[in-house]
């Protein structure tokens, strides 16, 4: 298997642009998480879905973040207008199921850069 | 907020040592997991152990856990160059949602 997949793996952008990230989770896997790291604030969970379905987006920090779902392969994480405090890296995580024992399954990250 | 907290912040000491973790949490648990992260790499799982638990082994890994302090111990015994990394302590709460809350990591340093 391979694993949790993100692209891209470096964005750099400027202030106001669109940026999309993308996530191809574990096969099988029916949660899907995106997660923001930066120094400051640590790792964040932004919003996490079970079966395409978004379940919890109370860590979006604001409205020019958006993500979706359309498929179980395949989630996008949107954020319009970028801005400079948005440069973090950003994590993508598949899990099986949200049972006692399951662990979650991380993807490389995408390192974003707003200038 | 962040559910756990780790205790140190970051951790120095020589190859052969023994490394240990906190990791203090707020509110009921099911489980609580440990997660290492390379610099420039994803979170790997370590080690579950769940709330009816006290203790748990994988190779050079003990974990304990005090539901009564709301506490969690990692130690990594005979510490390698190759720990180097950054480690996590996640809960997730009794409710049994997905979510895991990560603590802000302790950042470990194994000199050779």
């Known amino acids: 298997d391979a694993g949790v997949i993100q692209s891209p793996r470096h964005e750099v952008t400027e202030m106001g642009q669109e940026v999309t990230l993308r996530c191809k989770p574990i096969?099988?896997?029916?949660?899907l998480f995106w997660y923001r790291q930066t120094m400051m604030r640590g790792l964040e969970l932004l919003i996490y879905?079970?079966?395409?379905?978004?379940?919890?987006d109370s860590g979006m920090p604001e409205d020019r973040f958006s993500a979706k779902m359309p498929n179980a392969s395949f989630s996008t994480l949107k954020i319009q207008p970028s801005e400079p405090r948005d440069s973090a890296v950003y994590f993508c995580?598949?899990?099986?199921?949200?049972?006692?024992?399951?662990?979650?399954?991380f993807g490389p990250g995408t390192r974003l850069t707003v200038l | 907020s962040q559910q756990g907290e780790e205790d140190p912040q970051a951790l120095s000491i020589q190859e052969g040592e023994n490394a240990t973790m906190n990791c203090s949490y707020k509110?009921?648990?099911?489980?609580l997991q440990w997660y290492r992260q390379n610099s420039g790499r994803g979170l790997v799982h370590l080690i579950l152990?769940?709330?009816?638990?006290r203790e748990k082994h994988s190779g050079r890994l003990r974990v304990t856990l005090d539901t009564s302090k709301k506490s969690s111990s990692l130690l990594i015994t005979a510490s390698r160059a190759a720990d180097t990394a950054s480690y996590f302590c996640?809960?997730?709460?009794?409710?049994?949602?997905?979510?895991?809350?990560f603590g802000q990591g302790t950042t470990l340093q194994v000199k050779p």
């Open positions: 996640a809960t997730r709460g009794s409710s049994n949602t997905g979510k895991l809350i």
């Open positions: 152990i769940r709330s009816n638990e």
């Open positions: 509110t009921s648990i099911n489980n």
């Open positions: 995580a598949s899990s099986f199921r949200a049972s006692d024992t399951d662990t979650q399954y």
């Open positions: 879905f079970n079966n395409n379905v978004p379940i919890d």
């Open positions: 096969s099988g896997h029916d949660y």
